[in-house]
Structure formats: C-alpha cells, structure tokens
C-alpha cells in the first residue's frame, strides 16, 4: 500500500505539472503581471539567460518593461509555440540589427517582426520560416496571426510600424532581392507588398507625421528617407533620402521626429541612432531649416546605439536608446537648430544580464479611451479660410476631427501627442476650436477669429504719368478701387513709401534715383494677404533729358526792324522763343541744332 499510495502521488503530482504546463503555454499569449504603465520604457530582449545563443539561431524574445530610472516593472514573454492562428515568435541574439520595436501612432500598440520558428531552432536567419509581426496592447495581450510568407526570407526581418494596430510597415533586407526593402501587409496577412524596389535593406521604420519613415545604410539612401506620399499601401513608391548620414561611414537605424518650433508646420527635429564606435557614433541631431534637414551635432557615444525613443516638451528632449548590451538616456535642452550641449553626454540606466541582448526600445502603450485631451494654444489666433493653425495641447495623438466653430477641418495632421496642424475650412466661423480623441473632446478657452480675406486692388490712373530722367523727387496719385491702409504703391517692382488717401486713392514718393534713366516702368499696387494681391500694371514714361541751349555767336551784330539775324549755337533743337533784348520775335525758324533764323521785331 505505501508503494501503491506514493505511486498514485506521483502520478496526480505529474498531472498537476503537465495542466500547469499547458497553462503556461497558452499563457505566453494573454497572461501578464499587469498592464503597462504610460510613461514607462519597453526594451526588446533576447535570450532567457540560462545560456548563450550560438550565431544565428532562433531564441525567447521578451518585452521588459522599465521606469525611466532603470527599474525593471515586469517582463512578457512572446509565444515560444503557436496556437491556432497566433504563431511562435522568435529572434537571433547575433543578427543585432534585428528587433526594432515600435510604439503605432494612436498609441495604443507595439509592434515588432521575428520568425515562425521555435527557440534553438539553427540557422533560422537563412531559413524560410514565416516572417512573423508581433502586435502588443496596453493589457500586454500579444497578436501574431501576421506571419508573412513572401518577406525577409532567407534574411533578417528588422521592424514594423502601425498607425492603427491594422496595417503594417516593415523593414528588413532579403535575397531575392523580391522579398526585401519596405512593405505593407494588414493584420493576419500571409503576404505583403513590396512598396519600393530600392533600397532593399532596410534598418528601421517609422511613422512621423503622418509620413511613412526608413532608415537604410545602402548606396544612395544612407540616412532617413521617405517612402511615398503619407501611408502607402501600393507598389512603385518612390524612397527620397530627406535626412543624409552625417560624416564619414554613417551607420543610421533608429530614429524619432518630433515637432519642437510651432512656426515650422509638424516634425521639425529629427534624432538618429548611430552605431559607429568612433566619430558621428551616438545620437545625431538634425533640424528642418527652410524645408531641408541640417545637421546640428552629436550626443556622442561608442555603446553601439541602434533602438531609439524620444519625448519632447517644449525645447526639451529626453532621449532613450539601446545598444546590445545596455539602455541609455540623455536630455537635450537646446530646442530647435540648435547644437546639443557639448558636455551632454548618454547614461546608462541598465545593463544587460548574462546570456540575453537589448535591441529595439519604445515608450510603453496606453489605453488612448482613457487619455483625455486638451487644448493649451492654438496660432495665429486668427486667420482667412486656409490658414494653417498649430493646435498644441496633450493627449491629442488619435484625434478623429477637429473643428472650428462647429466646422470639422477636412485636413488636418496629428503631429504628435502634442500638437496638431489644422487648416481652417470653408464656411468656418469666428469661435472656439476643438480636438476629438478616442478620449473626449477638448475645447480650446480662447477663439479662433476667421477674417475675410483681403481684397484685390485695382489701378485704374496714376498721375503724373511721364517725369524727365534726372527728375527730383516727387509725389504721384495712384488712382482705383479697394485700396486699403496697408496698400502699397510700387514702381517698377520696388515698393515705395505709400500714404493712404482714400479706399480710391494712394500717394506714394517716387525717389529721383527710380527716374536716372530713360524708359518705360511699370506702377502697380498691392494689397497684403490673406487674399490680396496684385493690381494690373500701369506704364509711366521717363524721357531723356534735354540740355540747355548756348549762344556762340549771331550775324549781322546790328540792323534795323526786320533784319534777318543768323544764330549759331548748341542745343537749339526744340527752341519754343528768340527775344531781342526782351521783345520777342513773331518770327524764327529752327534750322537744326546749331542754327536759327530769327526776325527781329517792332519794338526791339
């Protein structure tokens, strides 16, 4: 009996390990410690830590989730085998450009790519395992029905972007050639679509303003680029490199766009994860002057950086990146266009345990239905239909209308979680602006005044009209109809100090070096925007200058009434009187510029 009892145990012991077991299996799909934090850090690991991964092997991926001091909250397994339609997810501790984790646009998922294959599964880089797309929510609940058959095979998937938790952008590099680059693919996909032919190697994506972002090390595209127009889900897109490498050998991957200047319309600074050992190694600086990307500087580092995430506020930007064997954070204060401070520099928050690797980093997700939003700003504070207004506030990201008065703007760009771009629409009213987020809606203190747009001028007489070249100064009346206070006058393309008469009518001083020379100029007014313009041009004549006339000598030099006196001279030309001695001769004749016959007079 005591065999047969102790017997029975061990098998109902062996029963109870094997449900457990089981649940544990199920488990790495739903069951987390708790709900991430807003706030918090999300570092991609690889490897349990019980022992190293040999190179290019398949092994556990985990999402730990950190305070932004370094402590450690909890830590999510991703599926080591599949169930149904989830599949197994796995990454290489030796392929470090794999891993890139993301946060979507609306804030509400991560997403990162890996192989359908289970842990210690060799050579998994080179096989042909589905690529598959890890999907995160802010419960920790993990969706990896996308696993794609024609990507990154034979090669290493990198990473995947969302806006929305539905559709995807993913990087990586391939051979053939066919299943590398950027591409798209939907939520429980099995194929996907190749958006841009090149650069096939691809390092990191991202979503910034409404653009979809690479990074890549390949040829003529070493640096940032765009891909498309917005969010494209079709082939034939065209990649533009926007953001050059800086330096010798550039080695850019993971990289964030924020929006710290409210006068330059969405993302005005760009950081780059670099992962060169020597110069240019650490976060490069970047900023949009005048439409193109200038580089500002370097936070300097040798760890090797490749993840990236940055929050800003204001001018400040607190950064966090990952090196495979550790996580890092830096704080640059210098605002838009400007150098990161020489003395900043990157600290280590956490370092890696034994037998495990660091690769992507992304700020934690949120439930966006509990994030409610507000509106702190907005300018202009007024403006025509078609002025763009920057809304600032928080909690904005996942905005679905935003209105002007009771108008829904029909464009408008989430920037960040802090600020929208909205053009003022047709038919939009003085009034209050509001911003509607799967959190609420917040309603702006001030309002927004809509103004009618200028109107244009028209010029219809000037006056004078004609001036000699070498002419002083003088004063001319632009004559025509809806003049305004800010109405300018101008003369041949030069605007001049105007004086506002009447809504018909300017005065404006004409300078004497606009007359110098000879010829035909245009007059024209104009009326400043919103709306404005231009008036159609008026000509105004400048002639040459005419020389005083000179007496050299006459013939005879006496004679009574009635002689005929031969004058000689210069610039006789055009001669309007002779007089003798004050009386004027009825009769003269200008023979040329040298000679005139003159009569003289009764009385001279």
Avoid at 491 to 504: D, H, K, P
Wanted: net charge neutral; with cysteine; proline share 6%.
């Amino acid at each position: 009996m005591p065999v047969k009892t102790t017997s029975t145990t061990a098998r109902t012991s062996r029963w109870h390990l094997s449900c457990l077991s089981a649940l544990l299996t199920l488990g790495t799909f739903s069951l987390q410690a708790a709900p991430f934090t807003s706030g918090n850090l999300v570092v991609v690991r690889v490897g349990d830590g019980t022992a190293a991964v040999a190179s290019g092997t398949a092994a556990a991926v985990f999402l730990d989730e950190y305070t932004p001091n370094g402590n450690l909250v909890q830590s999510i397994a991703l599926p080591t085998s599949g169930s149904g339609s989830q599949k197994q997810f796995t990454l290489t501790a030796s392929a470090t450009s794999e891993g890139m984790l993301a946060l979507s646009t609306d804030r509400r998922y991560l997403t990162l790519v890996g192989y359908d294959a289970a842990p210690a599964t060799t050579s998994v880089t080179a096989s042909a395992a589905a690529r598959v797309v890890a999907r995160i929510d802010v419960n920790g609940s993990i969706d990896t029905s996308t696993g794609l058959t024609d990507a990154y095979l034979a090669s290493s998937p990198r990473g995947a972007a969302t806006d929305d938790g539905t559709r995807f952008w993913l990087a990586g590099t391939g051979s053939p050639t066919s299943s590398g680059g950027t591409r798209s693919a939907t939520l429980g996909a099995t194929t996907s679509t190749l958006l841009s032919t090149a650069p096939t190697n691809v390092r990191a994506v991202g979503i910034y303003g409404g653009q979809l972002y690479i990074s890549s090390s390949s040829g003529t595209n070493i640096g940032v680029n765009t891909v498309g127009t917005g969010l494209p889900t079709t082939a034939g897109q065209n990649t533009t490199l926007v953001i050059p490498g800086n330096g010798t050998s550039p080695s850019p991957y993971g990289f964030a766009l924020v929006d710290m200047d409210a006068t330059v319309p969405g993302p005005d600074v760009a950081y780059v994860a670099d992962d060169r050992s020597g110069a240019g190694g650490g976060i490069n600086k970047y900023s949009l002057v005048n439409g193109t990307w200038t580089y500002n500087g370097v936070i300097a580092s040798t760890a090797g950086l490749r993840g990236l995430t940055v929050q800003a506020v204001g001018n400040s930007a607190t950064l966090f990146a990952t090196g495979t064997t550790g996580l890092y954070s830096a704080t640059d204060v210098t605002g838009y266009n400007a150098a990161p401070d020489p003395n900043s520099s990157l600290v280590t928050i956490k370092t890696v345990a034994a037998n495990t690797v660091f690769r992507g980093v992304a700020f934690a997700p949120v439930n966006a239905a509990t994030q409610v939003p507000s509106i702190a700003s907005f300018s202009p504070l007024s403006g025509t239909v078609g002025t763009v207004v920057t809304i600032t506030g928080t909690n904005l990201t996942g905005a679905t209308a935003v209105t002007f008065n009771g108008t829904a703007a029909t464009a408008f760009t989430v920037n960040s979680a802090t600020s929208i771009t909205a053009t003022v629409p047709t038919g939009a009213t003085s009034g209050t602006i509001a911003v509607t987020t799967p959190g609420g809606t917040a309603t702006s203190s001030l309002s927004f005044t809509v103004t009618a747009p200028n109107p244009a001028p028209t010029l219809t007489s000037i006056s004078p009209n004609t001036a000699a070249a070498g002419s002083a100064d003088f004063t001319l009346t632009a004559s025509g109809s809806n003049f305004l206070g800010s109405s300018v006058v101008n003369f041949n393309g030069a605007a001049l100090n105007t004086t506002f008469v009447s809504a018909g009518q300017l005065t404006a001083t004409v300078p004497a070096s606009a007359i110098v020379a000879a010829g035909t100029y245009n007059v024209t007014v104009t009326n400043p925007a919103p709306g404005g313009g231009t008036s159609a041009a008026l000509p105004f004549t400048v002639t040459s200058a005419t020389p005083a006339p000179a007496i050299t000598s006459f013939t005879p030099t006496s004679g009574p009434v009635g002689t005929v006196v031969t004058i000689t001279g210069t610039n006789l030309t055009g001669a309007t009187a002779v007089t003798f001695n004050g009386t004027a001769a009825t009769a003269f004749s200008v023979t040329n510029a040298t000679t005139i016959s003159a009569t003289v007079p009764t009385g001279a």
